[in-house]
């Protein structure tokens, strides 16, 4: 069982960095991979980015590559979702989630794979 905790977003104008974090309790956190996925009012949740158990793998929506990096660091339970270059569409509530993985393999970008979920963190940008 894997229980995650969001924080980090908030309010910030066009071009502006958040951070979000993503806090993780549970023992068995290292062997799950780790995404971050989005939903803006009246939308679908969207793939944001993923990475894979060790955090050698990574990859990214289109509409964010080149702006958005994630991490994650084991010893800490965390995984980071740096967001640079923020714009309106970026508006949203961000959810993390973790999908275990019984090897260390490519994560997956279907939402419909994770079992656990975050509680979600608004982030909106202001134009």
């Known amino acids: 069982q894997v229980q995650l905790v969001e924080s980090g977003g908030g309010l910030v104008q066009t071009g502006g960095s958040l951070r979000l974090s993503c806090a993780a309790s549970?023992?068995?956190?290292?062997?799950?991979?780790v995404g971050w996925f989005r939903q803006a009012p009246g939308k679908e949740r969207e793939f944001v980015a993923v990475?894979?158990?060790?955090?050698?793998?990574?990859r990214y929506a289109d509409s964010v590559k080149g702006r958005f990096t994630i991490s994650r660091d084991n010893a800490k339970n965390t995984v980071y979702l740096q967001m640079n270059g923020l714009k309106p569409e970026d508006t949203a509530v961000y959810y993390c989630?973790?999908?275990?993985?019984?090897?260390?393999?490519?994560?997956?970008?279907?939402?419909?794979?994770?079992?656990?979920w975050g509680q979600g963190t608004q982030v909106t940008v202001s134009s």
């Open positions: 549970g023992r068995t956190f290292s062997r799950n991979a």
């Open positions: 989630a973790a999908e275990f993985m019984y090897a260390d393999w490519a994560p997956n970008l279907d939402d419909r794979r994770y079992d656990y």
């Open positions: 990475v894979s158990r060790s955090g050698t793998s990574t």
